[in-house]
């Protein structure tokens, strides 16, 4: 494997490793929320577990994505984690306060 495949293989694991989190956090967040019966906030979650499947797709076609369109790609699904995880933490905050 030479060290650019060794390069986007970290790069992927590590993208993968947070969408894992942000899934995760999804789940609880939903949890609580239909425990405290935040009705407002299960909606929002709903549509950020459906942004979360819209960089799934992303991040498999940046597995995919040859060597020209491999950056932008990658800068794509970086930039869609990190809006998905700002939104968890501002769903978290709103939980947490309730």
Do not use: P
Request: glycine share 2%; proline share 0%; charged share 35%.
């Amino acid at each position: 494997m030479s060290t650019e495949n060794i390069a986007k293989k970290a790069v992927e694991d590590k993208i993968e490793a947070q969408v894992k989190t942000v899934q995760a956090k999804l789940d609880v967040l939903k949890l609580k929320a239909e425990a405290a019966k935040a009705i407002a906030e299960v909606a929002a979650i709903a549509e950020l577990v459906t942004r979360k499947r819209a960089v799934d797709q992303k991040l498999s076609e940046l597995k995919k994505s040859g060597e020209t369109k491999y950056q932008q790609a990658k800068a794509d699904v970086e930039s869609r984690v990190a809006e998905l995880e700002q939104s968890v933490q501002a769903i978290e905050a709103k939980i947490k306060a309730a």
